[in-house]
């Protein structure tokens, strides 16, 4: 996905010190591009798109950027003083997200050599600091990476927000249906959908459930048999209590359903969705001609998720847009991302927990071990029956929580540092889960979510730091919130006050 997508450099200078310092600027230019392309530290290419030298230039620029679908973002540098009126014109036209990396193509002064062309060509500590008082005059949002470009400490945060610009791309284009409404009287699930699509693009529609049926029902046996024998190759198939008959049947019915939603995906053009368990068609299962849902297509979810496909239960349409940008940002790390839900706390003495688990739906990417794919008893819902699903046990260590929330005036999201423990043996519970201490303390973590007005749901990731969803928010021009170690409660209230001013002044700004 990520070799879709471009992020274009542009180099700011200007001829005041004459064409033969602009071919060294665009000289060194093409050096720093393809270090940081060959450095392998950044997934998405970096373009050069040559020096920029006047206003007209710049604005240039940023309209052909506007217009390229595939450019995710945009690099700005200053190798000389490039004064930052020429940037005016092109700032105001820019629609991309912005990173401003003050960096400068020569490492260290030549002590004993330095003559004063040499200083005039090498002063990105002037003109970088030009460019960042324009920049923050006309209140433009943006990253500032600060170092040297061969480091790969600067190159990493160039990363975090190239895969961040690369969700904000994809979110553009994410169309989540929902199969059934959201759940009932459920306030965190609910919002508005038109300030969402407006500041986030994703694009979330209702889809009938009963055309969701007319999919399921023309689903083949062929084509049913040829999944379950994938399912066969790739996880460990443990029958239990429900008997073999009973196992097969149901394992075939959850096949049936992730075919049909893998369809209608497809043909509605979606890359995220939501179910709601009191929605599943709503036919007599009793009937003698009974073709839906046994249940919820838990074990689809699973699996579609671990695809990349937003998921979001009970009609979460936040949660699984927001699942599937973080999907998008988690792709090629390591340990990997799911949806996720406070279930149950655990007030040991010594650590206090909270476990992390959901009905059926949590993703596998986040396994410490093969898949188990399980069939039991599923008492919520319309339809209380045995149904698939896949069990295994987490990954443990650091991990970040996101969410976003819906405040009235505006969305917030929501970040929480967490430290994934082992569990202990859940004999009676066959569904995955995690087990975490949010961070400093469970005390001060959980209550600051609350304070925040977190949600029960959220978007989890081992590998995506607070640091992708901060330049993400940024992008989207949404409030952004973490909680970490340094977080205090006194400090976090104070925090949720100010921004309470912040927003409402900005709002009556625009
Ligand atoms: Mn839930």
Known sequence: MFDNYEIWWVTGAQLLYGGD????????????????????????????????????????VML??????????????????????MWIKGLQSLKKPLLHFHTQFNQEIPWSTMDMDFMNLNQSAHGDIEFGHICTRMRIPRKVVVGYWKSAEAQKQIAVWARAA??????????????????????VTDGDRVEFEQRLGYHVDYYPVSSLMDYFRKVTDAETDALVEEYKK????????????????????????EIAIRRVLKDEGATAFTTNFDDLGGADIDAPDFLGFDQIPGLASQRLMQEGIGFGAEGDWKTACLYRTLWVMNQGLAKGCSFLEDYTLNF????????????????????????KLEVHFLGIGIRKQQTARLVFTSKTGFGIK????????????????????????????????????????????AGAWILAGGTHHSA??????????????????????????????????QQLRNNEVYYMLNKALM
């Open 21 to 60: 310092a602009v071919v060294q600027v665009d000289g060194h230019s093409k050096q720093m591009v393809a270090g940081l392309n060959e450095s392998g530290n950044i997934p998405v290419k970096i373009v050069y798109k040559g020096t920029a030298n006047s206003s007209k230039e710049v604005e240039e």
């Open 348 to 371: 040991d003495a010594k650590q206090t927990s909270s476990l992390q688990s959901h009905m059926l739906e949590i993703c596998p990417l986040i396994a410490s071990d093969k898949p």
């Open 460 to 493: 989890f990731s081992y590998d995506i730091t607070a640091e992708y969803w901060e330049d993400f928010a940024e992008m989207a021009g949404i409030e952004c919130i973490s909680i970490d170690k340094n977080t205090t409660i006194s400090g976090f209230k």
């Open 166 to 187: 690369a969700g904000r791309a994809d979110a553009h284009d994410v169309r989540c249906l929902m199969f059934g409404m959201n759940m009932n009287n459920v306030a």
């Open 402 to 445: 996101a969410t976003i929330v819906d405040l009235g005036n505006r969305f917030r999201l929501i970040t929480s540092e967490v430290d994934c423990i082992e569990p202990k043996p859940m004999p009676k519970l066959p569904v995955a889960s995690a087990l975490w201490v949010p961070q400093p303390s469970f005390e001060i973590g």
């Open 234 to 257: 790739l996880y460990t198939i443990k029958i239990d209590e429900s008997g073999e008959q009973v196992y097969w049947e149901k394992v075939r019915n959850s096949a049936k359903a």
């Open 64 to 85: 052909a950027a506007n217009n390229d679908s595939k450019c995710i973002g945009i690099i700005t540098w200053m190798h000389t003083f490039s004064p930052a009126k």
